[in-house]
């Protein structure tokens, strides 16, 4: 009987540090509530958490995420204070600067106004310069459209950009279209349908997880998310989880159940 007492405990304590040696080695990350993708009060923190997770995991990482506004996230990834940060668009500069990861999940940055500002958009940015523009602080098209000199009202958070121009202080906004769906249909479903994705789409762009040259091992870390990121795409869980974004997408641009109004 003791003989087993004995083995049970040794079985446990092998099993318990063999789990610490697996995920010994921790990744902190840096990010915002970029709701539906992720977020704190997503389920799993959302799909883009939920394949970083994993990717790490498969690598024998942990994961530690604190959520800030995004150009705080950004001073963090500069001054080393976290491993990285999620998900940036590339730039020049940026890729310069940091580490970027392979692709993963693209965003469809568009445009949005208001059906009844009715706001006329050919892909010429430049007539654009007359009006008040939505944007967020620390995003890269600040920098891209730098040479627009466009007239820019800038808040913290992409909740409090769509609000803006909800509400009347800015004629339009630019930002991920799925992104800006999600937010009016949750927060805000009284404006539901009465905002407009204007098109041309301004562009498409990958979603990347960035590495601060300034933390040890960066490059390590980053050829792990890498190899991780392969492995997910080779075993199918990266299409699982990309399916959960495109379900989210088919929610929201569900048609609203229209009152019709019978006539006596």
């Known amino acids: ?22 995920f010994s080695k921790t990744i902190s990350l840096a990010t915002i509530n970029f709701e539906p993708y992720y977020g704190q009060k997503l389920k799993n923190g959302g799909a883009v958490a939920e394949l970083i997770k994993k990717v790490f995991n498969e690598e024998g990482y942990n994961v530690k995420i604190k959520y800030v506004p995004w150009a705080r996230a950004v001073g963090y990834l500069d001054m080393g204070v976290v491993d990285g940060i999620y998900a940036m668009w590339k730039t020049e500069s940026r890729d310069k600067k940091y580490l970027l990861s392979e692709p993963f999940f693209p965003n469809e940055i568009v445009f949005v106004s208001m059906k009844k500002n009715s706001i006329k958009f050919d892909g010429d940015y430049k007539k654009l310069k007359k009006y008040r523009i939505g944007g967020v602080r620390g995003y890269s098209y600040l920098e891209t459209m730098k040479k627009y000199k466009y007239n820019f009202d800038l808040t913290s958070t992409d909740i409090l950009n769509v609000k803006k121009l909800l509400y009347g202080r800015v004629d339009l906004i630019i930002g991920d279209k799925l992104e800006t769906q999600y937010i009016i249909k949750k927060y805000f479903k009284e404006f539901y349908g009465k905002e407009e994705y204007l098109k041309p789409i301004v ?33 199918g869980e990266y299409e699982k989880i990309k399916e959960e974004i495109l379900q989210l997408s088919k929610f929201i641009n569900e048609k609203r159940e229209e009152k019709i109004e019978v006539k006596k």
């Open 1 to 22: 009987m003791n003989k087993k007492i004995i083995f049970l405990k040794s079985f446990i304590i092998i099993f318990l540090f063999i789990n610490v040696t697996i």
């Open 203 to 235: 562009t498409m762009e990958n979603q990347y997880l960035a590495f601060s040259k300034k933390v040890k091992d960066a490059k390590l870390k980053l050829e792990a998310f890498n190899r991780g990121l392969k492995k997910l795409k080779e075993n």
